[in-house]
């Protein structure tokens, strides 16, 4: 079955420094998202993106956030100067077209750790 | 905003006991409604969905919920719990697809041998 698959797995970096976590969603899917969850926290959405474009983003995707679909299979987020803060697991999640679904297929997570 | 409750934070069960994992919503329009799990050291699975048609719903693994609108409720069954259904359990609520997806809190389920 296919699956979302991200890397890396595991991310440490230094407060201030500029981090990507990449993601391939399934291959025909055209919706794709991202969501943290901090620990001990719950699972939050950080945005969604279709048709090449942001659809919608929450409080937490400040400008230090950045999504992009740089070709045909990868989906990225940048974060641009990270905090202590952005510790967290990070999730990306793709979904199909159409109705028949409706749910979404998350990737394994990446943890980010910034110390 | 929508947001999902999840009553219980821990449950411990012994094998073959019933589960039921509470979850309610908020949320004035029609949603789905939907249950993950995620097992020690794997990725958030989906166990069962609901989007309109008969409000029972039976999932993988044995596990069904029911969708009780009047209540605003989606809880999660098993009658009898195996060992291998230890994980965390998260309910979560969308509007439509393609929408975000807003998460409960999570229940850790743990099943004594």
């Known amino acids: 079955e296919p699956e979302v698959t991200q890397t890396p797995s595991h991310q440490v970096t230094q407060m201030g420094q500029e981090v990507i976590l990449r993601c391939v969603p399934i291959?025909?899917?055209?919706?794709f998202y991202w969501y943290r969850q901090i620990l001990g926290q719950k699972v939050e959405f950080l945005v969604s993106?279709?048709?090449?474009?942001?659809?919608?983003k929450s409080e937490i995707f400040d400008d230090q956030f950045s999504v992009e679909r740089p070709d045909g299979s990868n989906f990225t987020l940048k974060i641009r100067s990270t905090k202590l803060e952005d510790s967290a697991m990070y999730f990306c999640?793709?979904?199909?077209?159409?109705?028949?679904?409706?749910?979404?297929?998350f990737g394994p997570g990446t943890r980010l750790t910034v110390t | 905003a929508q947001s999902v409750s999840q009553h219980n934070h821990h449950v411990i069960l012994s094998e073959a006991a019933s589960l039921e994992l509470g979850c309610n919503y908020s949320?004035?329009?029609?949603?789905?409604l939907f249950w993950y799990v995620q097992y020690p050291g794997q990725h958030l699975q989906l166990l069962l969905k609901?989007?309109?048609?008969?409000?029972l719903v039976k999932g993988i693994k044995g596990f069904e919920a029911e969708f009780i609108k009047s209540k605003f409720s989606f809880n999660l069954r098993k009658p009898s719990v195996q060992w291998s259904d230890t994980a965390e359990y998260f309910c979560?609520?969308?509007?439509?697809?393609?929408?975000?997806?807003?998460f409960g809190a999570g229940t850790i389920l743990r099943v004594k041998s």
């Open positions: 993106f279709y048709n090449n474009e942001i659809s919608e």
């Open positions: 291959s025909n899917h055209l919706y």
């Open positions: 999640a793709s979904s199909p077209r159409g109705e028949s679904f409706r749910g979404q297929y």
């Open positions: 609901y989007f309109s048609g008969d409000p």
């Open positions: 949320y004035g329009g029609t949603v789905n």
């Open positions: 979560a609520v969308n509007a439509r697809v393609g929408n975000k997806l807003v």
